[in-house]
Structure formats: C-alpha cells, structure tokens
C-alpha cells in the first residue's frame, strides 16, 4: 500500500486496509459489456452522443429564383398591356373599337370639372381633339367611308358652343383664359379650312358654318 503518513496509528491503518481489500472484492475487473459497447458508439458518433448528424436541405436557389422571377413577369406583362391599351385608347379614331372608351374618359374630366373656367378649357380641348380626328379620317383611305367625318364635324361644334357658354357665365374673363380662346380659334381656322377640300358638299357646308361661327365666338341665340 506504500508508506503512510506520520502520526496514523497502526488500528487506523488495518481499518483502512480491510475496507479497501473489501472494496476490491465487489469491483470488477474488466468495464462491463454494456458499458465497453455505449462507450464505443459514443467515440465513433462523435461528441455530440450517439444520435446521427441531421442534415438539413437548404432549397436549391435556381428555384428561388424561379418562384420570384415569375411574379415580376406577370407585373411587368400587366404593366405594358395597360400602357398599350392606354396608348391605342388615346390615338384612336372614330370608328375604332377602343374610341368609345376615348370619349367615356373626356367625359368623365368634364363631370370632374370644379368650375366654368376649368369646363371650359377642358371642352375647348376636346374639340381641337375632334379636329384632328377629322384630319386622320381624311387622310386615311377606307375610314372616311359612312357619315364618320360629319358625325365628328358635329361632335366638335357642339363642344365648341358649350365651351363659350361656360365661359359667358364667368363674370370676369382673365387674360389666361382670353389667350387660350384666341389661340384656339386661330388653330381651329387653319386646320379646317386647310382639309375644306377633301370634304364632301354635306361636310363642306357644316365645316364653313362651324367656321363662321367661331369668327364670332358668340353662344347661340
């Protein structure tokens, strides 16, 4: 047992000797079986226990980009059809299939209109309008045919008078507005009397009658 230390009595000693040699007895003197096999799957399995290492799949990233390219086309295809409506909405002509839709969004800036003035300026622009729709049909071979150059003719004198009527029932006519009645007279003048000649008699005699009456620039009476 070796040499024990200094002041222990030999009783002490023989106590310490018996109980160890008991103790001996119960041991064993090889681990266990049980033991030798959980250590082993322990040293194998690493130090995180005998449970296997969890993989996780982490979603491939081309389909990432897949499930999120698909949304932005749709928005973008959305984006330029609307555009492109709006674009074939605007240029269209009497007779097209989407001008309807033209005149039902000129009327509904007219319904928005706050007072005379601003109704005023609005229809003085939507006969201008009817002016150039005038001119495409006329230059435009096949879209000149049935009574579409009239019906635009009228269309056009009529917004022409009710924009002078709302402008007779302000009682202070600015400068802004006197220049803006001006300048469209003068456009109207040119650009009508320049097409006189590709019109038939009919639309003829209303063009020169919506021309003498913009001369005047007086409502009706």
């Not at 698909?70 to 009497?94: D, I």
């Amino acid at each position: 047992m070796g040499k024990w230390l200094p002041g222990i009595s030999r009783r002490s000693r023989a106590r310490a000797q018996h109980r160890v040699s008991r103790l001996g007895v119960h041991m064993p003197a090889a681990p266990r079986p049980q033991f030798r096999q959980d250590l082993r799957e322990r040293l194998m399995n690493g130090p995180d226990g005998d449970a296997p290492p969890v993989t996780v799949r982490r979603p491939r990233a081309r389909h990432r980009a897949r499930s999120m390219l698909f949304p932005r086309l749709l928005s973008l295809t959305m984006a330029v059809s609307m555009l492109a409506t709006g674009l074939a909405t605007y240029e269209s002509v009497p007779g097209d299939t989407l001008y309807p839709l033209k005149r039902a969004a000129e009327s509904t800036l007219l319904r928005l209109s706050t007072d005379d003035t601003e109704r005023a300026t609005r229809e003085l622009r939507s006969a201008s309008t009817r002016a150039d729709e005038v001119e495409e049909l006329l230059g435009s071979s096949g879209r000149a045919g049935g009574n579409l150059v009239g019906e635009t003719l009228k269309a056009m004198e009529e917004t022409t008078r009710s924009a002078v009527t709302s402008l007779t029932r302000v009682r202070r006519r600015d400068s802004k507005s006197a220049g803006t009645l001006k300048r469209f007279v003068q456009k109207q003048r040119n650009q009508i009397e320049g097409m006189l000649p590709r019109m038939d008699e009919e639309d003829q005699r209303r063009a020169n009658g919506y021309l003498n009456y913009i001369e005047g620039l007086a409502p009706p009476g």
